[in-house]
């Protein structure tokens, strides 16, 4: 936490950060979000943040905007279409339902054999 929190406040240029959530209470990472925008807001010099992620609890404050999230879609021949959560129209409907986009996109992001994994084993 000190390390990830030392990164937000030194520097002016590009961040990214992948899965700062591991090693994290689930109740500090439901707190990132608002600390990097909040962070992000009271430096005189701002700098763009990305973050990778696996977790559904950083991207369950409200706070967080479809057009703020990016989904990385595997193709067959092994390139990754990206798309933005806001300009996909089963997410903005779930959103539009009351959904957080965690809950609309997390599934979405899950592999599709993913299952298929334990019937390998045996």
């Not at 990016?70 to 279409?81: E, F, I, K, N, Q």
Request: aromatic fraction near 0%; hydrophobic fraction near 45%; charged fraction near 20%.
């Amino acid at each position: 936490m000190i390390g990830l929190l030392w990164s937000l406040l030194s520097g002016d240029s590009l961040l990214l950060l992948e899965e700062p959530e591991l090693s994290l209470h689930t109740g500090i990472v439901r707190q990132l979000a608002p600390l990097v925008h909040r962070l992000q807001k009271t430096k005189s010099g701002k700098r763009q943040v990305i973050v990778s992620t696996h977790s559904g609890d950083l991207l369950r404050p409200r706070s967080v905007e479809a057009s703020e999230v990016l989904v990385l879609h595997p193709a067959p021949d092994g390139s990754t279409a990206i798309v933005p959560a806001s300009d996909d129209e089963e997410v903005a409907a779930l959103l539009q339902g009351g959904m957080s986009i965690a809950d609309a996109v997390m599934p979405r992001t899950e592999a599709r054999d993913a299952n298929q994994l334990l019937l390998q084993l045996n």
